[in-house]
Structures are given as C-alpha cells and as structure tokens.
C-alpha cells in the first residue's frame, strides 16, 4: 500500500536558522508530489509541488524541495525560516494515474523569535 | 482567490447523532474529496466524487458514512449514527480535472467535529 513518512513530528528552530524537512514515500510507479502547509486556524495550503521536469522545485516564501527518485524523497527546505513559518506541514504524493492523493502525518515547525 | 468553503467550522455532538458536514467547492472545479485528520495523526482520506458518483472510497468510509451534492454547489458528508472515534478535523478539497496526474487539491478550513 502506497504511504508517505515524514519523520519530524516537531522541529523547533529559532529565526534565521535553515530548515529541512524529511519526507518519503512507498510506490512504486509515477507520482507528483507536494508540500502543503497549514498555518494556525488557517486551511490547508500548496507550498509547492513536483509533476515533473527539473527536480529542485521552488514554492511559495522561499521554500523548495528537492525530488530524489533513488531515494523515494521529496525533503521540503528553507535557508532561513521567520517567525511566521510557524505552522503545520504536510507531504503528499499523488499517483500519477488518478486523482488519489495520500499524506504523511504532518510535521510541526515552531519558530522562535 | 477562489476558494473551498466548508460549515460548520466546528460542531459537538451526541454519540448516536446524525451529522451532516457542508462544503462548496470551487466552481469549475469536478473532483470532490473529503479527508479527516484525527488530533495527532495524519491526514487520511475518506472519499473521492466525481460526476455525481462515489469514484474511489478508503475502508474509513463504511455504511455510516455518505456523500452526496443535493444541488449545484454544495458538497456534503453524512455520518449516520456518530461514534467517539469520528472526532476529527474533516476537510473537504476539490481539484479541476485537467488530466490524470496534474491535479492540485485546493482544501476548506475544515470542520472539527467533537464527539461526546
């Protein structure tokens, strides 16, 4: 069964510092791949999202991730975080056969001032 | 920009109770999905509605749960007969249906749903 791991469930950091979020997924076929970040009382967002082309793939508010096939891993990054990327992170891998979408549990980033 | 709006935005209820859980997708948009995040876990799906028909289902979603878009915009998710266990967040998505593999999930804010 297809399954997406993030396996930081809380990262606390303090302004400036650079951020990297892991993020692996089980299928084996094609996907597309995304970043999804749900800030405090707010919905869920796209940060960003892989379909294909050039690996390194940039979003929103300086953020990036990075597709490594060989790896099955799309890690999420940001050189250096603000206060106001304190929210809720999620990856999600969609095959790319249909309209499925499955996400990992969700990392939680805390940004201190 | 356009967005997916759901109501209520959180809602307590009786174990037993029927609930029903209320969505407007985008309006171009064809492909409808329901998803619940229990409190600390991840983000699971539920159901997917295309065409007016269930089009792929996950074994969360059992004989207490229905869908169904009673009219031209809303999106709706029934739970028949709550248990505890259906405290969540739920969320409801839609996505344009471009081609197989380029879809984007817009989501709601999310309905938390307390079951006491």
């Known amino acids: 069964a297809q399954s997406v791991s993030q396996h930081n469930h809380h990262v606390i950091l303090s302004e400036a510092a650079s951020l990297e979020l892991g993020c692996n997924y089980s299928y084996g076929g094609t996907v597309n791949l995304f970043w999804y970040v749900q800030y405090p009382g707010q919905h869920l967002q796209l940060l960003l999202k892989?379909?294909?082309?050039?690996?390194l793939v940039k979003g929103i508010k300086g953020f990036e991730a990075e597709f490594i096939k060989s790896k099955f891993s799309f890690n999420l990054r940001k050189p250096s975080v603000q206060w106001s990327d304190t929210a809720e992170y999620f990856c999600?891998?969609?095959?790319?056969?249909?309209?499925?979408?499955?996400f990992g549990t969700g990392t939680s980033l805390t940004v201190i001032p | 920009e356009p967005e997916v709006t759901q109501t209520p935005s959180h809602q307590v209820t009786q174990m037993g109770q029927e609930v029903i859980l209320r969505c407007v997708p985008i309006?171009?948009?064809?492909?409808f999905y329901w998803y619940r995040q229990i409190l600390g876990q991840k983000v699971e799906f539920l159901v997917s509605f295309y065409n007016n028909e269930i089009s792929e289902k996950s074994e969360i979603f059992d004989d207490q749960f229905s869908v169904e878009r009673p009219d031209g915009s809303n999106f709706t998710l029934k739970i028949r007969s709550t248990k505890l266990e259906d405290s969540a967040m739920y969320f409801c998505?839609?996505?344009?249906?471009?081609?197989?593999?380029?879809?984007?999930?817009?989501f709601g804010a999310g309905s938390r749903l307390t079951v006491l």
């Open positions: 892989y379909f294909s082309g050039d690996p």
């Open positions: 999600a891998v969609s095959p790319n056969t249909g309209n499925q979408f499955y």
């Open positions: 309006s171009n948009h064809l492909y």
């Open positions: 998505a839609s996505s344009e249906d471009l081609w197989a593999g380029a879809n984007v999930l817009t």
